[in-house]
């Protein structure tokens, strides 16, 4: 009896996971993740005594003339009304978020929960300042506002949520334009290493997060980097065609290239969800419809590896067109007069960039309106096919045809011009797509208060590469481009012990900081102090006065929110009191300085062209930048790079540093506390409510590392390691507590990185 109860149940359960939408349940559980993150160190960031307090930004908001709930839809801004402290309905608000997308993320996509969901976090967002400044905060919001849309259209025409149908060609359109957005903005910022395709060579190490695995890429040869560079621009630019392609197939590879290049950023660099939800957002691309072709269609990806068919065939030749157009590649003549033949020498006579003079305007147009196109003739081809009633059919293609219209116009950003496809003959005398109708879209688009909802946005990421360094004479290039040198600026804080008078590093969970400190693996979390400390790198103190606030709340002392925000346990020990261990422990003055960091490099022969003064020495090496035998370090400080990042050491009770706080609207009062208080009683009966709760969510992200599913099979040999001059404690660190064993090593992940690389290089470039 039990085990036909237990079948019973298992069949159920089956049932209930084979009915639920793999796109709902996707975008539920991106905002789960996007919730628990913000909700850890939401008391920080933007609690009452954070480093942005929210309230504070909200009564500077409010006081403006004019300003109402619809020029700020913000729950929050209701706050004041109601009686209730902003940090407190803050809270409620992301632990209200979490239930409703925990409810999605099971098979629930109701479209109340989705307007919750939505709701919740663009008032959060509204009232985020600095820390909430990002394209996939934006992108969540977009994303669900869709997903709001699509099931109140399911659930007025009651249709499975588990069967997207038409609906799944709004969010392929999503993706195309994300894509193909990030892809144009690229090569219009006219960033050289872009140009140049050198970018890799500088992007896994100044990156905000990198993940351990960016190391070891890091130490590919260029002109694999420079391929990958390639790669990226092409599935990013002329293959994001196939997104929206009518044939299955088309959109299979084009899904499939594009979750190649996401699963690849996600193994190199901690960016949140972001990837997760780009990912979410290629499952309808996948999506076989009632309306394509046959499942047992010969012409399959899955059929053979490659695809043989006439479609897949298309696709090969629509790729290789769009390398020959987009990149020109070329071989040197050898320095050597041909003496040297080995494999290395042939390499660094490959030069592969961007075609000169490719007007990029020229397939922009054409691109984007044929996206465009081809999503508008899916929805009413799916629709027209589909075995809804007319009515139904009607109210799909009205709302889904004005959705991705309002959408289309914001390719304006990256010089598309929807004009062009309005002054079309069969659009000037359609319903739904007259010059007529563009107008209107775009009156209403340009109107402040539709704009605040973040209903569709631009997008454009990784514009400029930075962290790039001047080249030495004795500096060598491969392929004959200058040499990639990487200094990425990173911002060292040190405290002041009053009682030894020492000065003690203050650091942080996650940025680097220590040079032994390993790259982490946090996805989907984003600790967003150490984001906002890579920007301020960029820039000046004068343009993040968040960063000055941020130390005089470590200055102040009694600021356990923000002290949470970093890592506590070195902080306690290096400040407390040895006399009164009850003090709250804080420094008597903080400084701060930049310095220029790169990783640490393995002595190969291409790496010889960079630090060729460094390359023949043995032994330890104080501020050498390779790795050596006993040296545990996975960054590398350049000598003499050192400057101030602040003119001098703060304290705070400095008249200076509290004027320039209160010039920019920041609390500077002695104890750090903000001055605009709304019932403290009852805030204070909130935070004692969801401590708890906080604690063990913090300690779960604290911890979080690389899911032993993918450190499992990998086991790394001292012997290996050592014998290729990799350091073996190194190697070790990164997989964690994996034992070493006799059977692959450092270079079993170095070749699996090249063939991944060769790989997608070899199929786009071919």
């Known amino acids: 009896r039990c085990c036909e109860k237990f079948r019973c149940e298992m069949k159920q359960v089956l049932n209930h996971i084979k009915g639920m939408s793999p796109l709902y349940s996707s975008v539920g559980l991106i905002y789960f993740f996007a919730f628990t993150s913000l909700y850890v160190q939401f008391p920080g960031l933007l609690g009452h005594n954070g480093i942005l307090p929210a309230d504070i930004f909200l009564s500077r908001v409010l006081a403006r003339e004019g300003m109402g709930f619809l020029d700020f839809p913000s729950l929050l801004a209701l706050a004041p009304s109601w009686g209730v402290p902003v940090d407190c309905l803050a809270e409620l608000l992301l632990l209200l978020g979490i239930g409703c997308s925990l409810l999605i993320a099971t098979g629930r996509p109701h479209p109340l929960l989705f307007f919750i969901c939505w709701a919740s976090y663009l008032s959060v967002y509204l009232v985020g300042q600095t820390f909430l400044s990002f394209q996939w905060d934006i992108l969540l919001l977009e994303v669900g506002f869709l997903s709001v849309l699509t ?15 038409a609906l799944a060609w709004a969010f392929r359109f999503i993706l195309f334009k994300l894509m193909l957005m990030s892809g144009a903005t690229k090569l219009q910022a006219g960033c050289p290493t872009w140009e140049k395709l050198t970018a890799l060579e500088y992007h896994f190490a100044t990156q905000p997060l990198p993940t351990a695995l960016a190391w070891f890429s890091h130490q590919l040869h260029p002109l694999l980097l420079r391929l990958g560079v390639a ?52 499952v309808p691309v996948c999506e076989r419809e009632a309306v394509d072709e046959p499942a047992g269609s010969k012409d399959k990806v899955g059929a053979g590896l490659p695809g043989l068919g006439l479609q897949s065939v298309l696709v090969y030749g629509f790729l290789v067109f769009s390398c020959w157009t987009m990149f020109d590649m070329t071989h040197l003549p050898s320095p050597n007069g041909g003496a040297d033949n080995d494999v290395y020498s042939l390499l660094n006579e490959v030069q592969v960039q961007v075609r000169p003079g490719l007007d990029l305007q020229g397939w922009l147009n054409p ?53 062009l496809f309005y002054s079309y003959r069969p659009a000037q005398y359609s ?12 009156g209403i688009s340009s109107q402040r208060r539709i704009q605040a909802l973040h209903l569709s946005s631009s997008y454009g990421l990784f514009r400029q590469m930075t962290g790039k360094g001047a080249a030495r004479a004795d500096q060598r290039g491969v392929g004959g481009m200058p040499a990639s040198v990487v200094a990425r600026p990173e911002i060292l804080l040190e405290g002041l012990n009053e009682e030894t008078g020492q000065w003690h590093a203050i650091r942080f969970r996650y940025k680097p900081d220590d040079l032994s400190k390993k790259p982490p693996f946090v996805s989907p979390h984003q600790p967003r102090l150490d984001w906002q400390m890579w920007f301020a790198a960029l820039g000046s103190y004068a343009h993040n006065p968040w960063l000055v606030h941020f130390m005089f709340k470590l200055l102040a002392g009694h600021c356990p929110e923000v002290l949470a925000l970093i890592d506590e346990e070195h902080f306690v020990h290096s400040f407390s009191s040895r006399d009164d261990a009850s003090n709250s422990p804080a420094p ?12 640490t490099r393995y002595r190969s022969s291409w790496a010889h062209n960079l630090y060729p003064e460094n390359f023949d020495k043995d032994g330890d090496e104080a501020e050498g ?20 990042y602040l003119p001098l050491a703060i304290d705070k009770s400095n008249p200076s540093v509290q004027q320039f706080l209160e010039a920019h609207g920041l609390p500077a009062n002695s104890d750090g506390k903000g001055q605009y208080v709304s019932n403290d009683a009852l805030r204070d009966e909130c935070h004692a409510a969801s401590p708890s709760f906080r604690t063990h969510v913090d ?16 086991a790394v040999c001292d012997n290996t390691a050592t014998s290729n001059g990799l350091d073996s404690t190194l190697v070790r660190g990164f997989f964690a507590d994996i034992t070493p064993t006799d059977s692959t090593g450092y270079m079993q992940a170095a070749a699996t990185a090249v063939v991944i690389m060769a790989s997608v290089a070899a199929g786009t470039l071919t």
């Open 151 to 165: 099931t109140l259209l399911q659930w007025l025409t009651g249709n499975s949520f588990s069967r997207q149908g």
């Open 231 to 282: 790669a990226t621009l092409l599935v990013e630019g002329p293959a994001t065609l196939l997104l929206v392609a009518p044939s299955h197939t088309m959109r299979l590879w084009g899904g499939g290239l594009q979750a190649l290049l996401q699963l690849m950023i996600i193994a190199t660099g901690n960016y949140n969800f972001f990837n997760l939800l780009t990912l979410a957002l290629v």
């Open 367 to 419: 691109l984007g309106i044929a996206g465009f196109v081809l999503t508008i003739v899916g929805i009413l081809h799916s629709t027209l096919r589909s075995s809804e009633n007319l009515l139904a059919k009607g109210l799909y293609i009205l709302v889904l045809a004005l959705y991705v219209q309002f959408s289309f116009l914001s390719f304006t950003s990256i010089g598309v011009r929807p004009d």
């Open 431 to 442: 319903l739904l797509f007259s010059p007529r109708v563009s107008s209107f879209l775009q």
């Open 588 to 599: 008597a003055a903080i400084r701060a300085t930049l310095a220029e960091y790169d990783f």
């Open 625 to 644: 930048p390779f790795v050596s035998s006993g040296d545990g370090a996975w960054w590398h400080q350049k000598p003499g790079s050192k400057r101030e």
């Open 699 to 714: 300690a779960f992200l604290r911890d979080w590392g690389v899911p032993s599913v993918l450190r499992s099979p990998v």
